[in-house]
């Protein structure tokens, strides 16, 4: 779960968050609205590590991995499934590996790379991107 305990957040002057406490607990969904400045990137930069509060704590378990899309993407000459995947580094670690198994025709550690793509939900990856852009818009 992610925990706010009495979290004050500041940028220069101004008070963002002040002396917030809740908890996010898996599986829950949460909307955050409010006018522009009013900190919302502050907040993602704070659960990202970009950024850490001028008091209080926040608790992220360390197996967590916060995923974010930035509200502007380069311009690029990929997909934008393909950029999505990339934020996946260890879908992309894998698959790398996968490949020079396969080129190296080593055929234990191929099994065990399709195992550990099986794990991930590598499989899936290319579809729950796809679903996820998709309900960006």
Known sequence: MIQFKQLTLTRGAKILIE?????????????????????????????????????????????????????????????????????DAELRHVEAALLQAETAHAGEQIAELHQRLTDIEGYSAKARAAALLDGLG
Do not use: C, M, Y
């Not at 900190?39 to 916060?66: C, M, N, Q, T, Y």
């Open 19 to 87: 002396e917030a406490s809740f908890q996010l607990h898996p599986g829950h969904k949460v909307g955050l609205t409010g006018a522009n400045g009013a900190g919302k990137s502050s907040l993602f930069a704070l659960l990202r590590g970009e950024l850490h509060p001028e008091v209080g704590d926040l608790e992220i378990p360390s197996s967590w991995v916060v995923a974010h899309v930035a509200q502007e993407t380069p311009a690029l000459s990929q997909s934008a499934i393909a950029f999505t995947l990339d934020g």
